[in-house]
């Protein structure tokens, strides 16, 4: 089955990670040029260069794989509550591969199935981590 999978990891080409408040996505890291640019502490834009490694993106790819994100719609929005949509952090996920791109666009005030949202919030979590672990031990 996972040889039949409809996105291989022998495609794989990128993954583009963005988050940022209501539209804003201005924090974005783009796996194939390791570009990264984000907010620190002090609101200040910081871009450097992170470079994932093949064993790191493979982990990302099998993590959203057993997180389901195939199969996630293509955005989770807090619709019902506008104002409170607006000033949620927003995350733009995206996986591509030669002959498929797979993206989703999740609304952290999303909450109405409390399992994809868990699944999505996951995701983040573990792409967020190994870039952050990959720059600061690049730093080190």
Do not use: C
């Not at 002959?99 to 399992?115: G, I, Q």
């Amino acid at each position: 089955m996972v040889k039949n999978a409809p996105y291989r990891f022998s495609d794989f080409e990128s993954i583009t990670f963005k988050y940022g408040l209501g539209d804003s996505l201005i924090n974005s890291y783009d796996s194939k040029t390791g570009q990264y640019q984000y907010l620190n502490s002090n609101d200040s834009l910081i871009k450097t260069t992170v470079k994932l490694r093949k064993d790191d993106l493979l982990y990302l790819h099998r993590k959203a794989a057993e997180l389901g994100f195939w199969n996630f719609p293509e955005e989770l929005s807090g619709e019902n509550n506008p104002a409170k949509s607006t000033n949620s952090p927003h995350y733009y996920i995206e996986y591509r591969y030669k002959e498929k791109t797979k993206h989703v666009l999740f609304d952290a005030a999303y909450n109405e199935e409390p399992k994809l949202r868990d699944a999505a919030k996951s995701l983040i979590t573990e792409i967020n981590n190994m870039i952050n672990d990959t720059r600061d031990r690049d730093l080190n």
